[in-house]
């Protein structure tokens, strides 16, 4: 079985998985280990977003 993941789906593997780490690992209730996880998911997103819009811009 061979899985072919594009970059962005990568990152967003990795985003989901690092941030279900952080919220059971950093936060003690069950909601807070929730909104911490969407959060910090939230910012890996966006850090990937980010990340492709500068390589962009310096790649011209």
Do not use: D, P
Request: net charge positive; glycine share 8%.
């Amino acid at each position: 079985m061979n899985i072919n993941l594009s970059h962005f789906s990568a990152a967003v593997v990795f985003a989901l998985f690092a941030s279900i780490v952080f919220g059971i690992t950093q936060r003690n209730s069950t909601v807070e280990q929730v909104k911490y996880g969407l959060y910090c998911f939230a910012l890996f997103v966006g850090g990937v977003f980010l990340a492709g819009w500068v390589m962009a811009l310096i790649r011209r």
